[in-house]
Structures are given as C-alpha cells and as structure tokens.
C-alpha cells in the first residue's frame, strides 16, 4: 500500500498516548537526561508553523538519547496564569479559568498531532492549585529568609533573631535595606512584637517596600519593563506611567555576585551571557556624601545627598548634581520659585517607562531644583537638578555630572549653561570612556594634583573614609524585583495584614486559593480586583494581601516540579532532586534573558541555599531556537487617475504599468505565489466582484518577508500542513529550513520535496505493487558504505545540534540505496532508527512491518558506526585507450600493476574496444587511471 501518512500518524500516536511510551522512569540505571521547552503560555490563537521550532528540535534529541540508552524526561505543561486571559475575562465576563482550559485543549491538540514524545504524566499548569500551593510554600521560604554575606548564602529569619537576641546588630553582615537600626541586644528585648517585625522586615528576602513602577490606569495592573514599549503597554496600547506603590519585593541583589560567576560555568549562547552581565551591572566605585546648603526655605529632614560614581578621581571636575525625577527628596529640596517647573518636568517623566529612559541617550532634558549641595573634596557649591535620565531604583538614585568626562554629562551641561572643569592634563574639550591608565596627570584637582588614576583612586577613598564623607563600594544595576501585580489571574500571595504589618498563613492552609469575584476589574475605588471578594477573610483576623504574584512566579522553579508533578507532601523528593539533579539541555526563545532566565537562576541558588536542591545553576546547556518568520503575499490593486482605489487587480509582474497599492493577502489561498482567484473573491465581500490582470493566464503575488502575525495574512497553521502532508513532513521540513538558532522565512513551497523523501523512503521497503518486500541477503560493501555514511553523519549532527544538514544527508542516503535498488532487511533496519527520531511515525509502522514488536523502536539501540565500512577498497578506473575513455573497470586497490594487466586484458568488454589490436604498452596509476597505448 501506498504511503498513507493519516492513518499511520494517528494509529501511533494513539499507541503512545495508551501505553505512555515516554514515560521516564522516576529512577533508573541508565543515565539521565533532561530535555526542557521553555514553559509555554496557551494563547486562545493556538500554534502557528513557527512555534513548534524548538519543540521538533528537543524532541528529535530526545528521542535520539533514548537510543543511546539514556533515561531521558522530555516534560510539557503550561504557564496559565497571565494577563491575556484576564482580559478576555474583563471584555466577555468569562471566568479566566474556562478560556484557559480551552486554550490548552487546543495546544494539546496541536502538539499531540506532531507527535511530540512527552512525558505527559508529568504535565504541570501554573494555574492549577496543586501548582501554585508550592509557588505560594516558595514564596513564604523566602519571605522566613535573610541572606547572610559572612556565609554568602540565605539562612532561616531565625538564625539572625538569634544574633539580635545574644549581640544586637554587632555581629550581623547581611543584605538588607539602608535604613537599619544600629541596636544592642538590650535594645532588640524592649522592642514590641509590631517594632521587631518592622524592622526584620529590612532583611527579609521578600518585603514590602515603596517602589517606582510602570502603572496602566486603563489595564488597572502594574507592569513588568518588558510589557511596556514607547509609553505603552504592549497589549492593548495603553498609556502608562510612572507610580510610587507600596509592593512586594525580592532581594534578587543578595545573589548579584553569584549570578554573575555562575555565567561563567553553564554553556549558554554568549549573547544572553553578556546581556545577564549587562543586567546585573557590578560597578567598582565609591560612595559619596554631598552636604546639602542650608536655605532660608525651612527645616529639613536630611543633611545629604549620596551618590555612587565608578569614577571618584573626577570629583574636582563636577558641576551639578542630577537626582531621578520620582526620588522621595524631590519635593523637599525643591524651592519654592522651582516648583512649578519641577512638577512639570515630573508629569512629563511619568509618560516613559525606565527601559525608554535607560535607551534614550540622545535627548537632553532636566530641571533646576533650586538647591545646592558643597562638593565634599574641593568645598565647591554644585547646583541639584532632576532628570529622566536617572533612576530611583539605581544605586542612590543620585549622580554627580562631570561634563569633562562624560559625554552625556557634557551634553547635559552645555545645553543649560553649566561650567566645564577640565581636570586633566592634555585634555581636550572632553574625554569620553578613556583609559583611565592613559589619561596623564590631574589638574585643577586640589590635593590629587599631579597623581596618576593609579594614585588618585585609592588616595582618595582613603580620604573620604577618614573624613567620613564617603567610602570604596561594590554597586550593582539590578536593583531588587518588585514581585506583585494588581491583577485577578495570578497566584494569591500567602498573606495577610493585621495592625498594618504582614504575616503569613499556616503552611497547612496552602494553598490559598483564588476566590471568586463578580468583576476582574479593580473596584470603584482603585483596589486591586481581590478587593471584590466576599468572604474572603484570614482565620486570625485582618486581611489578605490583595496584589497577586507576577507572571514570572509560577515559571522560575516549574523544572522542578516535573521531576516529581504528583508529589502532595513536596514539591518535589529529595530523591527526585538527588536523581534528575538540573536540565541538561533547555531550549527557548532568547526573549527571556533577563527575565524568566535570571529569575530562575535566582530562584534556583535560594533553594540550593535551603538544602532543597543540589546544583547551583538550573540549566546546564541553553539553545535559542531563531525565529521562523512569515513569507507575505500581496496583491497589487489599480487606483484611477485621481488615486482612488479600484477593484482590479494586477499581477506581480505587470504592476509597473499602472498605479497600484500593495494588500496583504492571506498566504492560504496562495499556492507556490499562484493566487487562488476563487478563494480570493469568496475571502472578502468587498472582493467578490474583482476583476484580474492575469500574466500567463495566472495572478503571481508579490512576496515580502515580515515577521508572522494575523495582521499580515501570512500566519501558517500546523494543523493544514498536517492534514496534507503529515506531521512527519512538518517536522523535518521545519529542520530543513536551516540552522535551528538562526532565523529563517517560512516558505510552503518548499514542503513538498520533503514529503516526496518519505514517499522514496517508504517505497524502499515495497515493490511496484506497493507490496512489502524485504530479504535477508548479507548487505553489500556500497550498500554498508552508504548505511554508515549516514550514521556518522547523523549521529555528528544531532551531537552539534545541526538537525537542518542531517536533513539533506537522509535524501541522499535514500536516493543511493534507490539506486543500488536495496530491499537488505539489515541495512533498512537500521536506516528506520537512524530516522525515527525526525520521523517517528512512519519510522513506527515500518519497524513492525519488518517483523519487530510495536512500540520498541523508541528503546532500540542506535545503529553503532563501524568506520571500516567507509574505507575505500576498491576504485572504478577509467580505462582509455591512446588517451581516449572507453571504459570504468572495478579494481581492488590492492592489485599491483602485473595483475591489473591480466584482469584488463582478459575483459571482453576491453577486448571489444581493442577490435583485435595488439597493445604497446599499459600505464597504471593506482587509484587514479588506465592508459593504454595501442
């Protein structure tokens, strides 16, 4: 029979969903191997051609580690929780949880007909409550933890009570926040239960702090930097703007130094390395106190500015002082003929997000607070301003302007009319990121005069230490992620306030569920949705923290909880850890580097820090699948004369005869840039009247590579490919494109020669009858060459994560066995392992047509390469006479010249050429050429 791709496909996937064939062992002796998608989120649109990229790939070296005997979990599950389907609950009234479950029965659909092998015992949803019990335990580990800088690792709260109680804060070196109390143990037991829990809330490793945040009014939700593009929020479009809120926080700068040197120890794209590096930001510097003058505007609660510079040798050469526009001191320093210009330039600032203000290096803008500070070094006064280009969030939300060293510093002075000190030797108008070892001797530097960088430095934090205006410090970029979202479809935070402060619930209370609400809106008064819940009340008085977590919650330790989904007692055993230990190989989209990846990691050493895991880094090699991009189609409509648009249309090729406008087209009704003129018409009302301008009696489309979306009509969906061709074509056709990290156009037309390799390749095993024919001959030297050929070549590429060459190396291989027309049991025994792991349903039913048992082939040993097989023994010579070729003569490269002669002249087909004349001499070249002279 015929290749019958449907029948094949949905028998085997049937088979491995009722046996679970993929499901690993929760311990073994074989080796481990663990193989991670990146968490997906189940949107209502479904997969297109482009997502199952990463997928294909994962699971074709899944399957090839089963082969080489590995124990291999290869998980899926879903990050359910999430804004969109909050919106949809918002718009429509629906309960976020019914269009969830929806979304996720159609990508479970999707990836069961591709014929993914995961382990689906083990699916998790964010969403779910046996889940998100274990994000809420998470989270409450932290919020009982400090981190201690003496042992670099987290500790149980416990343990610094027990310092406070027998030294007070003498003894304590930990990562906490600026404004902690210096006390004695006497101090710390005349404490009051509420003044002890304020102030261990400075250590915790999750606390609530007033923090600047991205705030869409119209979504009522705080939003993450990456959720906001140009002032927007990236769905919908939003304004946002910039917000003090009190938030939940987590002290992911405890971990800064770790995160860094971890880089150095996993094998991840380079790229997403720097960019962590970049994130993360160590600056070696120092820390200085400007004295703020006196002024006759009244009292002030602050006597100073601190400001952290990596460059303190520059301090003679600074001219003003810029803090963030949202600091808390604004208002207070701001005199009063300056306020009407600083609230100005606030609620100018508030429109951008800190990502726009962090990019924007072009613009100049600030305001003038009115207030001055006295440089500590040279006694100089300094003016303060505000400017966007500051964050709050970043060191001290203060830095001082140097426009002799800096090039937007510069700007910055030059612009308002600020003096310029130039401050070293040989200096030109500016210095911008110069060597510091190169830049010669300071002048109009006081006291450092003539000293190199080299001097200057180390004389000068010195200085400021004994002065007590300032000291040498280590200062991070990132600052501490704000861990709450005022949104409905998250997880309930395991909190709740009485007389203000935060406790926790009972661990045996978890999980805290969501309750059911009657809008998803916040309510009329600005509370977060939760607001709305009735009844919802904590057992020992108060209420429960009303924020929800972020999206990144549930998906920071999801890798875990696949080691062990249906533990009720852990979220995962200790022998689970023990055994699965890290992923081995992660493949995901580079998007997430300084989000799900960092948080992860984060996540990750606090857990190792508790004892509950073992490694340090949880992903030990990460691949970014590249981009599979949409090939557009477009049609060309005629305007008339005055530029009004018509309702014909031209093809491609003619268009530059008349005036047209280019439309989008969807790619489903082109075929190969051919358009269906039929399904176009019936596509649209507006174009069922058209008329075309056909060019060889057909409308060829204009084609454009964009970005795949539904705005451009160029989204392919799976499940036709699928319907037509076969999932088995999809997958290999989708490693044919190209290189899997690189990005790469859609491109249908192309599908079809990778469907016709199957057919090929299934016609080997039958005879022109399509009956199934196979023999049991001992396999040829060219038929074993060929074999393994194809399994060095695939077993290499697989290894180096090259799936588009091995592609190429199957259609080879099976045009060279077509040719020797081989039907060796042997050797197509193995070419169906070689192949199952790209096409594993044909590779299936082939596998019990030659006499195997059902299912086995996922747990066969791969074909072992034997290089003898690829050593060349023989050579076909080409045979001239007197300089012409007549003839290829198959010799053993052994043969030395006497006996190539007899085998020459004893040929009847070397006799016929010779046509009775005698030969005068023979010339032989092993393993190049027969000449002979007659």
Not at 115 to 123: A, K, Q, T, V
Not at 399 to 424: E, K, Y
Not at 848 to 871: I, M, Q, R
């Amino acid at each position: 029979m015929d290749y019958q791709f449907k029948e094949i496909e949905q028998k085997w996937q049937k088979f491995w969903a009722d046996h679970q064939t993929f499901k690993a062992e929760s311990n073994s002796e074989k080796p481990k191997y663990y193989v991670l998608d990146m968490f997906p989120y189940p949107s209502g649109a479904g997969l297109h051609v482009g997502h199952p990229l990463g997928y294909i790939a994962s699971d074709i070296f899944s399957r090839y580690k089963r082969l080489k005997g590995f124990n291999v979990l290869h998980p899926m599950g879903y990050d359910s929780f999430g804004l969109p389907a909050e919106q949809y609950a918002i718009q429509t009234g629906q309960h976020p949880a019914i269009t969830t479950e929806a979304n996720i029965a159609t990508y479970r659909r999707q990836l069961d007909q591709i014929g993914f092998s995961f382990d689906w015992s083990r699916e998790v949803r964010t969403s779910e409550p046996s889940y998100y019990k274990w994000t809420q335990w998470i989270f409450m580990q932290l919020f009982n933890s400090w981190y201690n800088i003496e042992n670099d690792r987290a500790e149980d709260i416990t343990t610094l009570i027990e310092k406070f109680n027998a030294s007070g804060t003498a003894d304590v070196k930990a990562v906490c926040d600026e404004d902690t109390k210096e006390f004695m143990p006497s101090d710390w037991a005349t404490f009051t239960d509420e003044e002890k829990q304020i102030e261990l809330l400075k250590y915790r490793l999750t606390y609530l702090r007033e923090s600047t945040v991205n705030w869409c009014p119209a979504l009522g939700t705080v939003l993450a930097n990456d959720e906001v593009k140009d002032g927007f929020s990236e769905r919908g479009g939003f304004p946002v703007e910039q917000k003090k809120m009190m938030q939940w926080s987590m002290r992911i700068t405890a971990y800064s130094d770790r995160l860094l040197q971890g880089l150095d120890t996993i094998d991840w794209p380079e790229p997403i390395k720097e960019m962590q590096r970049n994130w993360i930001g160590k600056s070696v510097g120092a820390s200085v106190k400007f004295k703020i003058e006196t002024s006759d505007s009244g009292p002030r609660t602050l006597d100073y500015i601190e400001v952290f510079t990596t460059r303190v040798d520059t301090i003679f050469g600074v001219s003003y002082l810029v803090l963030a526009p949202e600091h808390e001191w604004v208002a207070e320093l701001t005199t009063p003929e300056q306020k009407q210009d600083i609230a100005n330039y606030i609620a100018q600032t508030k429109k951008k997000s800190e990502l726009d203000r962090m990019a924007d290096t072009k613009t100049v803008s600030g305001a003038f607070t009115g207030t001055y500070v006295i440089n500590p070094v040279s006694g100089e006064r300094v003016q303060l301003w505000i400017a966007d280009y500051v964050l709050a969030g970043y060191g001290t939300g203060a830095v001082m302007g140097v426009p002799s060293g800096d090039q937007r510093d510069w700007l910055f002075a030059t612009h308002f009319n600020l003096p310029i000190i130039q401050i070293l030797d040989g200096q030109k108008d500016i210095d911008v990121q110069a060597d510091p070892t190169k830049e010669g001797k300071y002048i109009n530097s006081g006291f450092i005069n003539g000293m190199t960088y080299k001097e200057a430095v180390p004389f000068l934090n010195n200085w400021l230490e004994e002065e007590k205006v300032g000291k040498a410090k280590v200062n991070f970029r990132q600052r501490d992620a704000i861990f709450g979202r005022q949104r409905y479809w998250g997880e309930p935070i395991p909190v709740y306030f009485k007389d203000g402060l935060p406790y926790l619930v009972k661990e045996e209370e978890l999980p805290l569920l969501l309750p059911e609400i009657d809008k998803y809106l916040p309510t009329e008064t600005g509370e977060p949705p939760l607001a709305r819940a009735e009844d919802w009340v904590p057992k020992d008085g108060g209420h429960y923290e009303l924020s929800t977590m972020p999206g990144w919650a549930g998906s920071s330790w999801y890798w875990y909880r696949y080691m062990d989904a249906n533990n009720n007692n852990d979220f995962a055993s200790k022998e689970a850890v023990e055994y699965w230990k890290d992923v081995d190989l992660y493949i995901g989209g580079s998007e997430h580097a300084t989000g799900h990846l960092l948080y992860s990691r984060f996540w990750n050493k606090f857990l190792k820090d508790l004892g509950y895991t073992k490694e340090e880094e949880p992903f030990k090699k990460l691949i970014n699948q590249g981009m599979i991009q949409g090939r557009s189609n477009f049609v060309y409509r005629i305007n008339d004369e005055n530029g009004k648009p018509t309702n014909t249309y031209v093809s491609a090729g003619l268009r530059k005869e008349y005036k047209t406008s280019a439309l989008h087209v969807d790619v489903n009704i082109v075929e190969n840039d051919t358009l269906d003129v039929a399904k176009f018409k019936a596509w649209r009302e507006e174009y069922a009247n058209a008329e075309f301008i056909l060019e060889g009696g057909k409308y060829i489309c204009g084609v454009e590579v964009e970005k795949m979306s539904k705005s451009k009509f160029n989204v392919v969906n799976p499940d036709d490919l699928i319907e037509r061709y076969g999932a088995d074509t999809l997958r290999m056709y989708e490693m044919f494109l190209g290189p899997l990290e690189q990005s790469k156009p859609w491109n249908t037309n192309g599908i079809e020669g990778v469907f016709k390799f199957l057919r090929k390749f299934w016609r080997l095993f039958h005879n022109e009858d399509w009956t199934f024919h196979v023999n049991d001959a001992v396999p040829t030297k060219a038929e074993l060459k060929s074999l393994h050929k194809i399994i060095k070549k695939v077993q290499d590429d697989i290894e180096r994560f090259s799936f588009n060459t091995s592609v190429s190396s199957f259609m080879i291989a099976v045009n060279e066995l077509t040719d020797l027309k081989c039907k060796n049991r042997q050797i197509l025994e193995d070419m169906v392992i070689i192949l199952s792991p790209y096409a594993p349903h044909i590779c299936e039913e082939l596998w019990v047509l030659l006499g195997n048992d059902a299912g086995t082939l996922s747990y066969t040993a791969f074909p072992t390469f034997k290089p003898e097989y690829l050593v060349e023994d023989e050579f076909a010579y080409p045979v001239s006479i007197n300089g012409k070729m007549k003839m290829n003569l198959n010799l053993s490269l052994t043969l030395a010249q006497p006996e190539v002669e007899s085998i020459l002249l004893a040929d009847e087909q070397f006799q016929k050429f010779l046509d009775g004349k005698p030969t005068k001499k023979i010339i032989f070249v092993k393993g190049k050429i027969i000449n002979v002279v007659v």
